[in-house]
């Protein structure tokens, strides 16, 4: 079992920036991708950003250059500097972690419970 906290959101005016952070516990050796999501309001949720194990990222168009997505394995924490932060950009964001159990065979997709971000114009 995995536990994500997400933290860092908040109401910023468009062009400010912000780092969410998503603290992982409990079983986390088993954790391989990391990744953030959004959803705005009345729309589906959506990829913002990802990280392998080994620190390969992909990024949506949208996001790429304003956005940077990191992780710290030894303190099982993933990052998100959002810089130039647009009025689109506002949506609750959610901490994504896979996890692989070798024992059962099976993939496993853990969820944060969201931060909100929200961006004025």
């Known amino acids: 079992q995995v536990q994500l906290v997400e933290s860092g959101g908040g109401l910023v005016q468009a062009g400010d920036s912000l780092r969410l952070s998503c603290v992982a516990s409990?079983?986390?050796?088993?954790?391989?991708?990391m990744g953030w999501y959004r959803q705005a309001s009345g729309k589906e949720r959506e990829l913002v950003a990802r990280?392998?194990?080994?620190?390969?990222?992909n990024y949506s168009d949208s996001e790429k250059g304003r956005f940077t997505i990191s992780r710290d394995n030894a303190k099982n924490t993933l990052y998100l500097q959002m810089n130039s932060l647009k009025p689109e950009d506002t949506a609750v964001y959610y901490c994504?972690?896979?996890?692989?159990?070798?024992?059962?065979?099976?993939?496993?997709?853990?969820w944060g419970q969201g931060t909100q971000v929200t961006v004025s114009s």
């Open positions: 409990g079983d986390t050796r088993c954790i391989s991708a």
């Open positions: 990280i392998s194990s080994r620190g390969s990222t």
């Open positions: 994504n972690a896979g996890c692989y159990y070798p024992d059962w065979g099976t993939k496993y997709d853990y």
